[in-house]
């Protein structure tokens, strides 16, 4: 055992609980755990079925298999465990739309969508990074949920960036830093001073190091990445969940968990409309954050030049539109 | 149905195929799928167990369960499976050295690694950035694998961003670039012209731009950032399987798979002493590489002043360091 354990994580601790009295807790704790977004259809009796997960998981190779999960309470839990056959798309970065459709069960999230109908009927997404065609194979028992295990039959992968969902929100991958930095140090980069990709590689470690940074600023404020991008979108006007959780990228549950802990610290209430709104309080937290991002701001940038730093802004901006 | 489903998703195919007749290409879908890496360790019979896993999946609430699957082959699976109690370590993006110790059950993963024992005895990690304390509540069949089915019984999450394994190797998140854009709109961002948040989100977008556009480019070769990178490290010299998934945060099979693949390209041979060395094509692949990121470069820059670029550079350096 270890003699600096205790004390390193004790001083990284957000909460701590058990699972059996307060469950929101629990579910905060498991969405430390990232994940794909996976869209799990079926063609069932005449009717479609499409529901976005983030219980996906591979199970096994020979023969192959995978999992996912769906609350026995769902109202189209009888209808999927029954479907003999079903499909796995598994979302790229570019469909959050899609997730958030299939999410929400939204009516017309199948004339919305593209897709193709495969073999059985079971439409693949237009746009998904992979698909699955899968037969049922057991559904276990999971507690509050079903454990469908299922078979695939036939696999695709396409090119593309996956959709990922981290810590109540949605976010796309990038390289290790780690990587970067190495390749930075054995490059096989061509020698030209003006080489997009060492400066490409620069973008991503300074990017990496000034976001971490900038969060311990959130922590001393008390608040997290969901809380300042819920009141950043409150501090423009009015919300309702809905609008939050399109507005904000948060998945539902994370908007959700926000608001009430918003609530709770009586930075936001909810006005005549039913809808959330920004209180006094709120109002000044919104504006503490602004007021360390620009004493942030101006400490990193102390000692350089106003020029250089213009032209660096010139230069980002220049190749985001190429 | 969509009439523009078929069309867009043929552009995009890597390879499709059937589980039953190739479980390697079978695999590499699965990796399609993002997820984290967790850690799960016992104490069972005076033995300590930990094995890094991506199969971890939440299941139920109430009751609080999780899952994950091991390989009925493996020499570890009968400890694990009779273990009482385990616990699940969530990795932190520090901590990529942390899994390849336990992926590969390196002897003195647990020497090398700072951990405290929960009540039963199972190690929490250090640095992870959540804890979950488990008893074994069911291994179910899994082909293959065996699911372990585990009931939490007190959880800690952990300050700290999650470590990612996508499509192969190591990985981080960031933000979704909608989210930075519309950041971008409505911020309550500070007014001054040199604040860094706002270079912040220029460097987040733009690098996510210039990232995706050069894949396009490895693509164009027949190559994706797996065999770019094990190109790019066999090119500073021969390199062991080993010391290929410790030098490119590419998982183990990744690191198997990229080698058969380069192998059977005659980009790469087996030198004397068994490790992997470039051959001539692999030199002129490596080098087909470089010209591409001049030319890329090149294009990318074009029109910018040398000066702004340098300005620029002397900027991302300077907030390295910060």
């Known amino acids: 055992m270890s003699l600096t354990a205790l004390t390193s994580n004790d001083a990284r601790l957000i909460e701590q609980g058990y699972p059996d009295t307060d469950s929101r807790a629990f579910r905060r704790c498991l969405g430390q755990y990232p994940t794909g977004v996976a869209v799990i259809t079926a063609r069932h009796n005449g009717k479609l079925l499409g529901m976005a997960v983030n219980s996906f998981a591979a199970v096994s190779l020979d023969p192959p298999l995978v999992l996912w999960s769906i609350r026995r309470e769902s109202a189209r839990a009888a209808d999927f465990c029954e479907a003999e056959h079903l499909a796995v798309n598994v979302l790229s970065a570019n469909q959050v739309q899609v997730s958030q459709w299939f999410g929400s069960a939204h009516p017309d999230r199948f004339q919305m969508a593209a897709w193709e109908p495969d073999a059985h009927g079971a439409p693949l997404l237009d746009g998904a990074i992979a698909h699955l065609e899968c037969r049922r194979h057991a559904v276990?028992?999971?507690?509050?949920?079903?454990?469908?295990?299922?078979?695939?039959?036939?696999?695709?992968?396409?090119?593309?960036?996956?959709?990922?969902?981290?810590?109540?929100?949605?976010?796309?991958?990038?390289?290790?830093?780690?990587?970067?930095?190495?390749?930075?140090?054995?490059?096989?980069?061509?020698?030209?001073?003006?080489?997009?990709?060492?400066?490409?590689?620069l973008l991503s470690i300074a990017n990496q190091r000034m976001s971490a940074q900038f969060q311990q600023h959130r922590e001393a404020l008390g608040l997290n990445t969901s809380s300042?991008?819920?009141?950043?979108?409150?501090?423009?006007?009015?919300?309702?969940?809905?609008?939050?959780?399109?507005?904000?990228?948060?998945?539902?549950?994370?908007?959700?968990d926000t608001l009430a802990d918003l609530q709770a610290h009586s930075y936001i209430a909810k006005d005549a409309a039913g809808r959330f709104e920004l209180t006094r309080s709120g109002r000044d937290t919104n504006?503490?954050?602004?007021?360390?991002?620009?004493?942030?701001?101006?400490?990193?940038?102390?000692?350089?030049?106003?020029?250089?730093?213009?032209?660096?802004?010139?230069?980002?901006?220049?190749l985001q539109d190429r």
């Open 287 to 318: 504006a503490a954050i602004a007021a360390r991002s620009a004493a942030f701001a101006a400490g990193k940038l102390q000692g350089l030049s106003e020029s250089d730093v213009a032209a660096a802004k010139r230069v980002l901006l220049a």
């Open 140 to 201: 276990l028992d999971g507690g509050d949920h079903f454990i469908l295990l299922m078979r695939v039959e036939r696999h695709a992968s396409y090119q593309g960036e996956p959709l990922l969902f981290a810590q109540g929100q949605y976010a796309v991958t990038q390289s290790h830093p780690y990587v970067l930095a190495s390749r930075e140090a054995t490059a096989t980069a061509p020698a030209s001073d003006v080489a997009v990709v060492p400066l490409l590689r």
């Open 228 to 256: 300042t991008r819920v009141l950043n979108k409150l501090g423009v006007g009015a919300c309702s969940v809905e609008e939050l959780e399109r507005l904000t990228y948060l998945g539902h549950e994370a908007v959700e």
